[in-house]
């Protein structure tokens, strides 16, 4: 029962956040709304039962990223809002990009067979230790070479940071 | 160059050790610095309730001193202004008129007499120039204020009162030397 | 449960809020003995009722806003800052509880199977708190106070989860009521992770902003950094964050690395278990007192980083540090287990 409702202000709340961003002034309130749908998102994970998920989403997403992002515009001060002349043929095509979109999801969610059952889709699999295990054994291959992956672009940031620094 | 304290280092830009780039040891042994501090006895003194002592010595605001009889010793002699290295005395004399023998011990005296607190220095001086053994500076400090005119000393507030159990006491100031000083003739002021 | 849970919140949020006040008094104090002074000592008997005389202080203090100022920025920024410092306290165990009527009671508010990466989420969202308001003040050294807390915050929280996947590795669990329970006794993790507990401390100062990292708030360059245009309580608040965080951080230390709320000897029979439960809060309660205090003596002895030193510590020196502590780790583990 709760889980409904909670499901419902999470949903509402991460639809409020984007929608801000779009509609935000501020490049700041953007970012910081963005953040807020991310943290939305973390809820609706949460409710999945998908708890490392998560958390990883509000490090990774909201702690990381966003502050980078926060980081980036503040340097930039880009605080007035510059509001750039769009010509009409931008205009047109960005209505029929968006129109085309959402008639692609539109028909993509009717053909869509969505089975919504609640036992089902909560399970044990967002669980630290579930998750391990799969990603262990089922995907090993692509978690260790995205292992290595973000291995050697730490090691290339160091050794950036070395060859100019000193 | 011959070293001023042997507490001098030389500085060198040698390349560190491991040990002293690891920073871990430097750290730990200035902790331990800070950490003997802590537990060393404290230099505060707690005001109100303690004051610090003043040297027995102490040179304060001054003291126009009065006799045994309750006379002012001052005569006016302008010794005390000429040795002020600050200019901050100013006196104007007055010749003692018949029946004011009690009040003042010399036939001249100091109508107004008045020491600049903000230009004094405190050195002394005008307690040495005086043959009349007339101002002291003693152990009391000068009370601050919002205005200047507050730091200009007259006679109200610089002689001492005639009553004897209020007298300010000097003698720590009239050492033997201070004395012997005085009756040096060789100096000039000490010369009738 | 539930009634004792809600008691355990309430409770452990009081605390939190009357250490991080009496922090204030202990710092001021601290630091004066470490300068040979005393300290404040006139309001009360040794100056216990100071905390109370700056509460009071600050809420009679003009409260100001930059006439520039975004309003519902600068106003949320201390509030967050408050908010993500009040929160992981949820996750450590306070200490081995005590069993009443035949329930055991566990002094702890949650224990979620992700704790270790939830405290480090809650970290990671704190820096917000920080970067909202130095950048909602409309002031330049606001601003660089908030872009010089997130660099920072971000550079540092990188090398601790590289220290804490150590101690994850060790106990086999994020949990951590698991790995409080793994150090039982005398069995703590710093005797299997000296170089970690050096590495997790280090962020942890930097995390807190705490000196010699406190570059955010460096009073020679930034005149107060991201709290320059604050006052009142929000800028108490900021103040008030910054000792919780040390309060907070002081009990992972303890949980991470001095095993919690464990004591050798706990097993002797002639404790009883609501012995073991108060004695084990105490001394938990001890060891983040003497963090605390860590915290203080290091803030009064070393100087602080220049900002690229800061930056070449972090990324080039505990990083590399940190992943062969991870390395030497998993041998040991290989080898031993």
Redesign the interface.
């Known amino acids: 029962m709760l889980t409904k409702y909670l499901f419902y202000f999470f949903s509402i709340l991460a639809i409020f956040a984007s929608v801000m961003v779009l509609m935000s002034k501020k490049p700041i309130h953007s970012v910081l709304y963005l953040t807020l749908a991310f943290l939305a998102i973390a809820g609706h994970f949460i409710l999945l039962n998908a708890q490392f998920i998560a958390i990883v989403n509000v490090i990774v997403y909201a702690g990381a990223i966003m502050v980078l992002f926060l980081f980036t515009v503040m340097l930039l001060n880009l605080n007035i809002a510059i509001e750039h002349q769009k010509s009409n043929l931008i205009k047109i095509t960005a209505v029929i990009a968006a129109g085309l979109l959402f008639v692609t999801i539109t028909g993509a969610t009717k053909k869509l067979d969505i089975v919504y059952n609640h036992n089902q889709v909560v399970t044990q699999i967002g669980m630290v230790k579930n998750l391990g295990k799969i990603l262990f054994s089922d995907f090993r291959l692509p978690f260790e070479v995205s292992g290595i992956l973000f291995l050697s672009a730490m090691v290339g940031t160091v050794m950036l940071g070395k060859k100019t620094g000193d | 160059m011959i070293p001023l304290t042997n507490r001098s280092k030389t500085v060198s830009n040698k390349k560190m050790t491991f040990a002293e780039r690891l920073y871990l040891p430097g750290i730990v042994s200035g902790m331990f610095i800070t950490l003997k501090h802590f537990f060393r006895k404290k230099t505060t003194i707690k005001y109100p309730e303690k004051k610090r002592e003043f040297a027995e010595i102490y040179r304060g605001r001054h003291v126009l001193k009065r006799d045994d009889e309750g006379r002012e010793r001052c005569t006016a002699c302008g010794l005390c202004a000429l040795a002020c290295p600050a200019e901050a005395i100013t006196m104007v004399a007055e010749e003692r008129k018949p029946g004011e023998e009690h009040l003042y011990r010399e036939e001249k005296y100091a109508k107004i007499y008045e020491i600049d607190m903000l230009r004094c220095i405190f050195c002394g001086l005008c307690e040495e120039a005086c043959p009349k053994e007339a101002i002291f500076l003693t152990k009391e400090t000068v009370i601050s204020g919002f205005h200047r005119d507050v730091f200009i000393y007259g006679k109200d507030r610089l002689v001492e009162s005639a009553d004897p159990d209020k007298r300010i006491d000097i003698t720590k100031r009239l050492t033997p030397e201070v004395i012997e000083f005085k009756k040096d003739k060789k100096q000039r002021h000490n010369r009738k | 449960m539930l009634i004792f849970k809600l008691i355990l919140i309430v409770s452990i949020l009081l605390l939190s809020l009357l250490i991080a006040m009496y922090s204030t008094l202990f710092e001021r104090k ?1 630091a ?7 300290g404040p ?1 006139r309001a009360g008997p040794g100056g216990i009722f100071q905390p109370l005389a700056d509460g009071l202080k600050l809420f009679f203090k003009e409260e100001f806003m930059p006439a520039k100022a ?1 309003k519902f ?1 600068y106003i949320l920024g201390p509030s967050l800052t408050m908010l993500v410092a009040l929160l992981t306290s949820a996750i450590i165990p306070w200490g081995p509880g005590i069993t009443f009527k035949g329930t055991h009671y566990y002094f702890q508010v949650a224990d ?3 704790g270790v ?2 405290s ?2 809650v ?3 704190g ?2 708190g920080i ?2 308001g130095g ?1 909602a003040s409309n002031n330049k050294f606001s ?1 660089l106070g ?2 010089r807390a ?2 920072q ?2 550079s540092y ?1 990188l090398t601790m989860g590289l220290s804490i996947i150590a101690i994850v590795m060790m106990t086999g669990s ?1 949990s951590l009521k698991d790995i409080v329970t793994a150090q039982h006794g005398f069995n703590w993790n710093i005797w299997y992770q000296p170089l970690g507990f ?1 590495i997790f401390l280090t962020c942890a100062y930097a995390e807190c902003n705490r000196s010699p990292f406190d570059l955010p708030e460096c009073e020679t360059e930034l005149i107060g950094g991201y709290h320059t245009e604050y006052s009142s309580m929000k800028l108490g608040f900021y103040l008030f964050a910054e000792y919780i965080n040390m309060f907070i951080s002081s009990a992972m230390i303890s949980t991470l690395y001095f095993g919690g709320y464990n004591f050798p000897f706990m097993d002797s029979p002639a404790l009883s278990v609501n012995a073991v439960g108060i004695i084990g809060t105490f001394v938990l309660f001890l060891k983040i007192g003497f963090f605390g205090f860590l915290y203080m ?2 803030r ?3 100087p602080r980083f220049r900002y ?1 030193q800061l ?2 510590l972090g ?2 020196k505990l ?2 540090v940190a992943v062969i502590n991870m390395i030497l780790t998993g041998l040991g583990i290989m080898i031993f287990k």
Do not use: C, H
Request: aromatic share 20%; charged share 15%.
């Open positions: 601290i004066g003995f470490f300068q040979d002074r005393f000592d975004d920025l979620i199977n992700i990466l939830y480090f989420a970290v990671s969202v820096v917000y970067m909202i950048w601003l908030a872009i997130s660099s915050m971000i929280e994020l050096l003596w290091i009064w002895t070393l690229d930056m070449n990324w080039k990083i590399p």
